[in-house]
Nanobody, 130 residues
Framework: QVQLVESGGGLVQAGGSLRLSCAAS????????MGWFRQAPGPGNEREFVAAISYSGGSYSGGRTYYTDSVKGRFTISRDNAKNTVYLQMNSLKPEDTAVYYCAAVRFMIVYSSRSYNYWGQGTQVTVST
């Protein structure tokens, strides 16, 4: 069982930066691919993939990163396995980045679909003003 707690959200002006953190409890953190997803306000908005960083295990060294096109060059995902924490550094924020951001985990897989992730945090609100 893995429990995830996000922090670091808030209100920022367009062009500003935020760093989200996700602290994980449980064992074998390094064996989980960690993902960030977001869900914008409004009916019908689905939870969309933002970024992921791969697990490590066996002969696979892991640490590969994946991003949705709209955040490439602006967001950076990283992890500190010693601290059981994953981060999302968000720079050059835009109003369209406004959403609730969720941290998620899945073991020994590299996937982009929210349906494949087994564990979720409660979410942290990010609001980018014009």
């Amino acid at each position: 069982q893995v429990q995830l707690v996000e922090s670091g959200g808030g209100l920022v002006q367009a062009g500003g930066s935020l760093r989200l953190s996700c602290a994980a409890s449980g064992r074998a953190f390094s064996s989980y691919t960690m993902g960030w997803f977001r869900q914008a306000p409004g009916p019908g908005n689905e939870r969309e993939f933002v970024a992921a960083i791969s697990y490590s295990g066996g002969s696979y060294s892991g640490g590969r990163t994946y991003y949705t096109d709209s955040v490439k060059g602006r967001f950076t995902i990283s992890r500190d396995n010693a601290k059981n924490t994953v981060y999302l550094q968000m720079n050059s924020l835009k109003p369209e980045d406004t959403a609730v951001y969720y941290c998620a985990a899945v073991r020994f897989m590299i996937v982009y679909s929210s349906r494949s992730y087994n564990y979720w945090g409660q979410g942290t609100q990010v609001t980018v003003s014009t």
